[in-house]
């Protein structure tokens, strides 16, 4: 079956800590993985997808098939990183739906 | 551009009530998608449509219906509200055309719905 986990629904870091949201998926095929964020009071947005192998806002995040993770790392986090972050996961080409996980909630302490 | 829009933002229903959301994105994107919020539960697909004319069940689209009969609009009707359908409702639309945004999924900013 097709399955995004992300275990962990708060997480709780003080300012300049280092960062990591969990997230592994469950997929026959070759995935694209995504990590979306939802700030206070914004709408969903993408905030990084593993095709592109790039840096946003000082977040990166590796797909490693052997282990199905594509966790997302940041070594300083900041108050503004305070957020919910959502993994997602979209099918081979040909496939239309995409499976969101259930979110883990980013507190960046004073 | 707009982007995604959504229509109405907030919305109080008594349960056998019907209301239809309205999600209209103006980036001539292909698909469209309507996705359910709830706490803990994350975002869980209703149905979608890869174009125009076209609909598809998700995960969990009992209680719902869909129109998609232009490209640019997509429908979501609730026929007769139920309690466990009160939650934050999102549209979403993407493009699978090759580009910076390919398969990158552009939100609406929610309608939050509450059944009593």
Redesign the interface.
Same mark, same amino acid.
């Given at each position: 079956a097709q399955r995004v986990t992300q275990p962990e629904k708060l997480l709780s870091v003080f300012k300049g800590a280092p960062v990591e949201l969990k997230c592994n998926y469950s997929y026959s095929g070759s995935p694209e993985l995504f990590w979306y964020v939802q700030y206070s009071r914004q709408r969903l947005q993408l905030l990084l997808r593993h095709i592109s192998r790039e840096s946003i806002k000082g977040f990166t995040a590796d797909l490693n098939k052997g282990e199905t993770s594509f966790h997302l790392k940041k070594p300083f986090a900041q108050e503004e990183d305070s957020a919910m972050y959502y993994c997602a996961l979209k099918g081979a080409s040909g496939t239309y739906k995409y499976i969101f996980g259930t979110g883990t909630r980013l507190k960046v302490l004073a | 551009n707009a982007g995604?829009t959504q229509t109405p933002k907030f919305r109080v229903l008594k349960t056998g009530q019907s209301m239809t959301l309205l999600c209209a994105q103006d980036m001539n994107h292909e =698909?469209m =998608?309507w /996705?359910r919020q709830d706490p803990?539960?994350? *975002?869980? *697909?209703i149905h /979608?449509s890869?174009g125009e004319g076209t609909t598809?069940k998700?995960e969990v689209p009992d209680g719902y219906n869909v129109s998609r009969l232009k490209k640019q609009n997509f429908l979501l009707g609730l026929e007769s509200a139920a309690p466990s359908q009160t939650s934050v409702y999102?549209c979403?639309s993407s493009s699978?055309l090759a580009g910076a945004h390919y398969?990158?999924?552009f939100?609406?900013?929610?309608t939050r719905l509450t059944v009593l």
């Open positions: - | 995604v =698909y =998608y /996705y803990g539960m994350g *975002l869980r *697909l /979608y890869v598809a998700g999102f979403a699978p398969n990158e999924q939100f609406g900013p929610g």
